[in-house]
């Protein structure tokens, strides 16, 4: 099933978010922004109204350089409707720095194949489409 290109751009406080068909939700944070639990909870409130109860999936784009801590990672472990999370590091220096948060999740999840890293757009969003088609 391919993605179809019907969005809704959600404005959030430390960058954009932007609801796609099927249950996909695109996150491309502000340049230099660190990511807090008060940003997770944010995303958590946004998603609940956008898809309520529906599986989904998540597109972090790594299109700015951002941090976050450990807890973060772990918070988003625990949605429990998260059914796939892509990691889009289209050049070098964030597919780089992204292997390893990718790895991190992956460390602390009940299933590190919900987690996955992307250098083309196309390809993760066929991923989680896929996915989130297999429920």
């Known amino acids: 099933m391919a993605v179809q290109e019907t969005n809704r751009e959600l404005p959030l406080s430390f960058g954009k978010m932007i609801y796609w068909d099927h249950g996909i939700f695109e996150i491309i944070p502000s340049a230099n922004t660190e990511i807090n639990l008060h940003h997770v909870n944010e995303i958590k409130k946004i998603i609940g109204r956008q898809s309520p ?70 390809e993760a969003m066929n991923w989680l489409s896929k996915k989130l088609a297999d429920v």
């Open 53 to 122: 109860g529906k599986e989904r999936g998540f597109l972090v784009n790594r299109r700015y350089s951002y941090y976050h801590a450990f807890s973060v990672i772990q918070m988003i472990d625990t949605f429990e409707t998260i059914r796939a999370v892509a990691v889009l590091a289209e050049t070098r220096k964030s597919y780089i720095r992204s292997k390893t948060v990718v790895e991190s999740f992956q460390s602390v999840s009940k299933d590190s194949s919900k987690f996955r890293l992307f250098r083309d757009r196309k």
